[in-house]
């Protein structure tokens, strides 16, 4: 629910998902989840349709998606999102994934570094070329980007991290599979000190630039 240029990161998921023609969405709420419920409400006014599935206690991100169950039992495929992330990747090439009895689909991006690079040669003397946190495309990481079947559905804990309980399983079994995205534009706010960057990252995405 933080604001990045005026608005929660929420529903700048909104308008990033609806551009993809995307428009249901179920929030899988815990901490502070009457200010959400209260500040998103049915998704009306945000052009979306949203429906909750609340926690009583902390259930984890496998345990919070098997908590989704009756209402996506109707579905073929379906896409899951990390709350904290910012990104103009398309989603649908993760369920275009799909295939061949795969479970599951992991959007990867490659790993942002968080420090500037310097190049030298040989002789340790500096070439004129400084990086700026460049992307690293030898090392990739979980974009926090999913879709799945239903059959996931039977590798979710009740309580517990998809990360450390049905993706392993998953990937041990050949059901998951990984969908990398070169050139899209993607950060995780995990501070407030974020914020800036996250900032300047929305300006240069399409579905929001077509706005501002």
């Given at each position: 629910?933080?604001?990045?240029?005026?608005k929660p990161i929420l529903c700048w998921q909104f308008e990033w998902l609806k551009a993809h023609g995307i428009d249901e969405i179920i929030i899988c709420?815990?901490?502070?989840?009457?200010?959400?419920?209260?500040?998103?409400?049915?998704?009306?006014?945000?052009?979306?349709?949203?429906?909750?599935?609340?926690?009583?206690?902390?259930?984890?991100?496998?345990?919070?998606?098997?908590?989704?169950?009756?209402?996506?039992?109707?579905?073929?495929?379906?896409?899951?999102?990390?709350?904290?992330?910012?990104?103009?990747?398309?989603?649908?090439?993760?369920?275009?994934?799909?295939?061949?009895?795969?479970?599951?689909?992991?959007?990867?991006?490659?790993?942002?570094?968080?420090?500037?690079?310097?190049?030298?040669?040989?002789?340790?003397?500096?070439?004129?070329?400084?990086?700026?946190?460049?992307?690293?495309?030898?090392?990739?990481?979980?974009?926090?980007?999913?879709?799945?079947?239903?059959?996931?559905?039977?590798?979710?804990?009740?309580?517990?991290?998809?990360?450390?309980?049905?993706?392993?399983?998953?990937?041990?079994?050949?059901?998951?599979?990984?969908?990398?995205?070169?050139?899209?534009?993607?950060?995780?706010?995990?501070?407030?000190?974020?914020?800036?960057?996250?900032?300047?990252?929305?300006?240069?995405?399409?579905?929001?630039?077509?706005?501002?």
């Open positions: 629910m933080l604001n990045v240029l005026g709420a815990g901490h502070l989840k009457e200010k959400m419920m209260e500040d998103i409400g049915s998704g009306q006014k945000f052009g979306v349709k949203v429906g909750y599935v609340v926690e009583d206690e902390p259930l984890g991100t496998g345990g919070a998606l098997n908590n989704t169950v009756h209402l996506l039992n109707k579905e073929d495929a379906f896409v899951v999102i990390n709350g904290d992330i910012l990104t103009d990747l398309n989603p649908i090439e993760l369920t275009k994934a799909l295939r061949d009895d795969v479970v599951g689909a992991v959007a990867v991006v490659p790993l942002p570094s968080p420090y500037g690079v310097v190049s030298f040669n040989a002789d340790t003397l500096i070439i004129s070329e400084f990086k700026e946190k460049p992307r690293l495309p030898d090392y990739w990481i979980n974009a926090g980007v999913y879709a799945f079947t239903f059959k996931v559905f039977e590798y979710l804990p009740r309580q517990g991290d998809l990360e450390k309980t049905t993706f392993p399983e998953l990937a041990s079994q050949g059901l998951l599979r990984a969908v990398p995205f070169h050139d899209c534009k993607w950060m995780s706010i995990d501070t407030h000190k974020d914020l800036e960057d996250a900032e300047k990252l929305l300006k240069s995405m399409s579905f929001v630039a077509a706005r501002h």
